[in-house]
């Protein structure tokens, strides 16, 4: 399925999504209005309420970024993945990394969309009770890999990363889990690396 029609597809359930609580904060509020008759009734009434309303903002806020993802991300470039890793992780003890050669390796993507998509990765595993989390970035051909290691079966989680799957897709590269279900993976692809000329644009050998 093309990335247009994944889109759509996500977009479309998030909204369908949306139906469930408005109908539920809609049936709060009336029921607020005809029976509540205390302070106590207001307030457990008006907390219920607010969950809901969460609920809702939640589901547009992923409509939001899927309708971003249709345009075309504005700030393609060669980066090291290293620095997109500290950005996300920041002074951070949820995960450790691996920092070697391969972490200073330039990848070809949308910094900010390859940001966000490690961001979302990230958080998902480290909020789903597998806090021991081991990164690292590993060169390959014409990629550069992110791989986060836990100690348990990261397959129950594939379902809670469609968001950050799609994100990585439409920054250029992928997500993609290991056979054996231990370790998760953001595959970007490596910045082609150019051959220096002259002035006179004959090749620079180094």
Do not use: W
Request: hydrophobic share 45%; proline share 3%.
């Amino acid at each position: 399925m093309q990335l247009e029609a994944q889109i759509a597809k996500a977009a479309s359930r998030e909204l369908h999504d949306t139906a469930q609580p408005l109908t539920v904060l809609q049936g709060l509020l009336e029921l607020a209005l005809e029976r509540a008759h205390t302070v106590d009734d207001y307030r457990e009434a008006l907390t219920a309420a607010l969950s809901e309303t969460a609920r809702v903002t939640a589901c547009f806020e992923n409509v939001r970024q899927l309708v971003r993802l249709q345009q075309p991300a504005p700030d393609v470039c060669d980066f090291p993945i290293s620095q997109s890793l500290q950005d996300v992780l920041g002074g951070s003890q949820a995960a450790k990394v691996e920092f070697n050669t391969a972490t200073h390796v330039l990848v070809h993507a949308s910094q900010g969309r390859v940001r966000q998509a490690l961001s979302l990765l990230i958080s998902n595993v480290t909020l789903n009770g597998l806090d021991e989390v081991e990164i690292s970035v590993e060169s390959q051909a014409i990629a550069v890999e992110v791989k986060l290691r836990v100690s348990s079966d990261i397959d129950l989680l594939s379902s809670k990363l469609e968001m950050p799957q799609l994100i990585a897709a439409s920054a250029g590269g992928e997500i993609r889990f290991s056979e054996t279900f231990d370790s998760v993976s953001l595959i970007l692809p490596k910045a082609v690396a150019v051959q220096p000329t002259d002035k006179k644009g004959k090749l620079i050998h180094v």
